[in-house]
């Protein structure tokens, strides 16, 4: 089993934490993990991009070959999109949350952010299957933008031959998140896996 | 206390490369720890800075690379061991110290860790740290995976005790910042006691036998490196290629070598041990082969270097065809990838490795639709206000004027939040050095005013004694301290100022404006976040000669935000906006661009985005019209 995953979005969404919870739960199954970052100026408003490689024979390298990515979780919605030639290929399995994070120069009217239809359409038509969920929206109904990494690990957690599991994230979870703050994460992870139950 | 820290050993942990690092150190029984922060190095002394709350170890935040290196060279000469830890840029500057260093020699175990940035991801340049390791003599290893990192870590202060002198770990962006799963050792328990033995002082004389001595402790680690297993060899005994690989290149060739499925025809010899090379083991793997390749990231260290050795083994070595960066097949410049040496094995093998024909219509479907995203100052960030000021100031000054910079957040202002009034950076501190000399130019018919910023981390770290130069120079320079209390960039790490240390005690804070005002100079304070009477200030600064010094005195939006947020709900009164028949062009969104105003589409006139916004109010003030609005925040 080898198993190259993206998570993508910008500077603040909680991307690295996600990464570390997902890192943890594969120490704890035994399995090889790598994680390589990149988040240059993240706080700054750049994005920050995360490869996290699983494998049950050898350790991977920090960087997934051209094209080998078989998931990739888009904590905004422009950002696989920025991957795509790189990383993604015709069986890359997309969880796109549908909230755009406009950069400066698209406020400035610099540049243009493609609208909904074309993003789905791109991951649609690149990809083998796209998720396309309204996380946001959920998120800031659980209490704050900041459960988005939450609930995309739940619909993450959903999907075929990944291995790591929502029993496993919580696992990890409990050991990492105040004892206050346990029950709203474990309700968003059940919230993520059922909005993909539900696509 | 955090897995990192504990006794034992034999269990499996997820570490990020610097971490490992910092446990390495911990398990080769470190006792002093210093640094600078910057990134990619920064979470070494982060870890041990905490690792000291539960150890009998000392780790401080230094006030630059020079003096981190000096303050842990002390610890070495009392017996103990010690490691330093900084990025590329930070070695150009302890390198004065650390050229000398090697001629003195060192006791206890020391390792100097630099943390090298390719293609420059957070860092003004792109810059191999290895060609200190020659230029001083020391040893250089340079591990693949957080496991080598501590394990190299841990070994190189044996090394260094074994050669009595200090020791180079390289690490770089793709192995500090990253995560695997590393088997850690145990801790080890020894009482230690500091103690200079006065019989045997530490210096640089006489020269020329402490240079050969220098020479001789470098015979001694090639030795140590040839018996050792950081470079091994794997593949068949004669291949068609042979791949010299270091660092994290040597992960993306391995990679590239199995999806190619050429393991049974080309050989890597994995170098751990850079400088000096390790010249029978390379000896001996050349025999294999007589194409060369080197997967090395930035400049061709190992390449020139085992190029050279070449030519002194003459016929031995004659007819090989070495492949690198000087021939071109790698490129010379940028961080390296696994997609680099599929593409070349596509050439030398005549294989088809690589999805064209998605990539092809992926890149033709995305043409011109995708944009970098624009980096800039966060909402509330007192730099937006200290660039308007100045460009205010510099607009009714009228003399073409412009800002000399430094290194920060607002390193940043050579970009539109900053107004693109930045017009020169370079390294920590030479914004001051710069205006400097600006301030002198007037004799040869110079009459454009000048204005340097500096934040308060940088100034300690180097921007003192180029505003002394200018004081003892009788210089005109105008410097705008940018005094947020903070290291934002690198993650708000304490300085001087902040009024605490690296493991969290009170320490009384430099009071900055007592020690500008000792220098006799001109010293005024603004606020920010008041910006028509910041730029009158300034104004009136730029119209007078000699050092002068305006302190822009605001806590990071990022702290204040931290110690309870702003005051204001901010608002647009669409009444009073004229949207696109204003005249002002957006004026708020275009040119003040804060992440928190936006334009309303529907609407067409400008709106806060009440989740970007923080309420610092900046903004009521810059509308032509005045329709930005604040109210006090409710609760």
């Known amino acids: ?199 | 206390m955090k897995k990192i820290f504990q006794k034992n050993g034999n269990i499996n942990l997820l570490l990020q490369g610097n971490e490992a690092i910092a446990r390495g150190a911990l398990e080769g029984d470190v006792s002093f720890c210093s640094g600078y922060p910057g990134n990619p190095s920064s979470e070494i002394i982060e870890t041990l800075a905490d690792a000291a709350s539960h150890l009998p170890i000392y780790t401080e935040w230094s006030i630059n690379e020079k003096v981190a290196v000096e303050a842990a060279a002390a610890a070495s000469f009392a017996g103990l061991r010690s490691i330093v830890c900084m990025k590329q840029c930070g070695l150009n500057v302890a390198s004065d110290f650390l050229v000398n260093l090697t001629l003195s020699g060192t006791k206890g175990g020391m390792v100097l860790v630099t943390c090298d940035d390719p293609s420059g991801i957070s860092s003004t340049n792109e810059e191999d740290a290895r060609v200190f390791a020659d230029l001083a003599d020391t040893p250089l290893l340079e591990p693949s995976t957080p496991q080598e990192a501590l394990e190299m870590t841990k070994w190189a202060f044996d090394l260094s005790e074994k050669i009595n002198n200090i020791v180079l770990l390289r690490s770089v962006s793709h192995l500090s910042h990253t995560r695997s799963v590393v088997r850690i050792g145990e801790l080890p328990e020894n009482e230690k006691k500091a103690r200079f033995d006065t019989r045997n002082p530490f210096h640089t004389f006489p020269v020329i036998a402490k240079h050969n001595i220098r020479h001789e402790k470098l015979k001694t680690a090639e030795t140590i490196f040839e018996s050792s297993s950081w470079n091994p060899y794997q593949g068949p005994e004669e291949p068609e290629l042979l791949i010299m690989a270091c660092g994290s290149a040597w992960c993306y060739v391995l990679e590239a070598v199995e999806i190619a499925g050429l393991t049974g025809r080309i050989g890597i010899l994995k170098l751990g041990t850079t400088w000096p090379l390790p010249k029978k083991i390379v000896r001996e793997t050349l025999r294999k082969c007589d194409r060369i390749l080197f997967a090395e990231e930035v400049d061709p260290f190992i390449e020139t270097a085992i190029k050279a050795y070449a030519a002194d083994l003459g016929e031995e070595a004659g007819g090989k065809t070495f492949m690198g960066k000087a021939s071109g097949h790698i490129p010379s410049t940028g961080e390296l990838n696994p997609s680099i040496f599929l593409n070349l094995f596509e050439i030398l093998f005549g294989l088809d490795l690589i999805n064209k024909t998605y990539r092809e219509k992926v890149g033709e479907h995305l043409d011109g639709v995708i944009f970098p995203r624009e980096f800039g100052f966060c909402p509330g960030c007192p730099h937006r206000g200290s660039y308007y000021a100045i460009k205010q100031a510099l607009a009714w000054d009228n003399r073409d004027g412009f800002i000399s910079g430094d290194i920060g957040c607002y390193t940043m202002g050579i970009w539109p939040t900053g107004f693109n009034q930045v017009k020169s950076v370079h390294a920590m501190g030479s914004g001051l050095g710069i205006a400097s000399g600006y301030g002198k130019l007037a004799q040869f018919g110079f009459d454009q005013p000048v204005v340097t910023v500096c934040g308060d981390s940088t100034f300690y770290h180097a921007g003192l004694p180029g505003l002394i130069n200018a004081k003892f120079n009788k210089s005109d320079i105008l410097l705008l301290v940018l005094d947020n209390s903070a290291t934002a960039m690198t993650g708000f790490q304490p300085h001087p100022g902040t009024g605490s240390t690296a493991t969290g005690e009170d320490t009384e804070p430099v009071d900055l404006e007592a020690l500008l005002r000792s220098l006799n100079i001109g010293v005024d304070v603004a606020d920010p976040y008041e910006t028509e009477a910041s730029a009158q200030k300034i104004y009136a600064l730029l119209q007078k000669k000699g050092p002068r010094v305006l302190i822009m005195k605001r806590k990071c939006a990022l702290v204040q935000g931290k110690q309870g947020g702003f005051p204001y709900q901010m608002s647009v009164n669409h009444d009073v906006c004229l949207g696109e028949s204003c005249g002002c062009g957006r004026y708020c969104t275009r040119i003040f661009r804060c992440p928190g105003l936006i334009w309303d589409k529907e609407n067409m006139k400008a709106t806060i985005d009440q989740v970007v916004c923080v309420g610092c109010g900046m903004c009521a003030d810059i509308c032509p019209r005045g329709a930005i609005e604040k109210t006090g925040k409710r609760n």
Not at chain 1, 29 to 54: A, C, D, M, Y
Not at chain 1, 144 to 157: E, P, T, Y
Not at chain 1, 168 to 197: C, W, Y
């Open chain 1, 1 to 199: 089993m080898q198993l190259n995953l993206i998570i993508t979005g910008v500077g603040g969404q909680g991307n690295v934490l996600a990464s570390q919870v997902l890192g943890h739960a594969a120490v704890h199954k035994g399995l090889f993990v790598t994680i390589g970052e990149t988040f240059g100026l993240s706080q700054r408003g750049g994005p920050v991009l995360s490869h996290i490689r699983l494998s049950d024979t050898a350790l991977p390298g920090p960087i997934i070959p051209p094209n080998a990515a078989h998931m990739v979780v888009g904590l905004e919605p422009l950002e696989p999109v920025r991957i795509l030639q790189e990383f993604g290929n015709e069986d890359t399995v997309f969880i796109v949350n549908s909230r755009p994070i406009h950069p400066l120069n698209v406020i400035a009217g610099d540049a243009k952010y493609p609208d909904d239809r074309w993003l789905k359409n791109t991951l649609e038509c690149f990809g083998k299957k796209l998720y396309w969920l309204d996380a946001t929206e959920l998120a800031i109904s659980l209490g704050g933008a900041i459960m988005l990494n939450m609930i995309m690990l739940g619909a993450l957690s959903e999907m075929d031959g990944f291995p790591i599991s929502k029993s496993d994230i919580k696992d990890v979870i409990r050991t990492i998140f105040p004892e206050s703050k346990l029950e709203m994460n474990h309700k968003a992870l059940d919230l993520g896996s059922k909005l993909v139950q539900n696509a």
